[in-house]
C-alpha cells in the first residue's frame, strides 16, 4: 500500500518535468501524465491508497488458501481471479458470471441480512449439498466487508449447470 506522500511525491515528480525549466533528462515527454508509461507509473502509486484491504482464508479441498481483497468487492470475482480457487468458481452462464457455492463463518453470517425467497431458490439450483440458516451463500451474494477479517470460509460443491 502506497501512502499519500508518494502520491504527493509522484505528483511533484509530474509538475517538474512537465514545467518549462526543467527539461533535462525527461525532456517533459516521460513524465506527462497523458503518455502511456507515466500512465502505468502513476496508476502503480494511487490505486491501491484509500483502498482497505481484508485478508481471509477459504478452505477448498481440505486445503487452506490466503486471500487479499478489496472492501466491497463481490466476492465471486475475488475467488475467480485467485489462482489456486478459481477452478472452483465456474461460469454459471454469460449474464451471471463466475459463482461458488460458500459456507459462511458464523461470525460473518450474523452482519448479513436474511436472504429472500430468491436468493434461496438460486443456492438451492446452483449448490450441491446447501446448509441451512444462512450459512450457504453464493459468492455472488456476498461483498468484502471488515467482518472478513481473519475469517475463514469453506468452498463448496456446485451443480454446474447454465442459466440464462
Same mark, same amino acid.
Given at each position: 500500500l502506497h $501512502?499519500?506522500?508518494?502520491?504527493?511525491?509522484?505528483?511533484?515528480?509530474? $509538475?517538474?518535468a512537465s514545467s518549462s525549466s526543467s527539461r533535462g533528462l525527461t525532456d517533459g515527454l516521460l513524465l506527462r501524465r497523458s503518455s502511456p508509461l507515466a500512465m502505468i507509473f502513476y496508476s502503480s502509486f494511487t490505486s491501491d491508497v484509500n483502498k482497505s484491504t481484508v485478508d481471509f482464508k477459504v478452505i477448498l479441498d481440505g486445503t487452506r488458501h490466503a486471500v487479499s481483497a478489496s472492501v466491497n468487492e463481490q466476492l465471486s470475482k475475488v475467488l475467480a481471479k485467485h489462482r489456486d480457487v478459481m477452478h472452483a468458481v465456474p461460469i454459471i452462464s454469460p449474464m451471471l458470471g463466475h459463482d461458488a457455492h460458500v459456507i459462511v463463518p458464523e461470525e460473518v453470517r450474523k452482519e448479513l441480512e436474511e436472504l429472500t425467497g430468491e436468493e434461496m431458490d438460486k443456492i438451492e439450483e446452483l449448490c450441491s449439498e446447501p446448509l441451512d440458516g444462512g450459512r450457504s451463500r453464493l459468492a455472488s451474494q456476498l461483498r468484502v466487508s471488515e467482518s472478513f477479517a481473519g475469517m475463514t470460509f469453506a468452498v463448496k460443491g456446485m451443480n454446474r449447470i447454465m442459466r440464462t
Open positions: $501512502s499519500k506522500t508518494h502520491v504527493q511525491h509522484v505528483n511533484m515528480l509530474f $509538475s517538474l
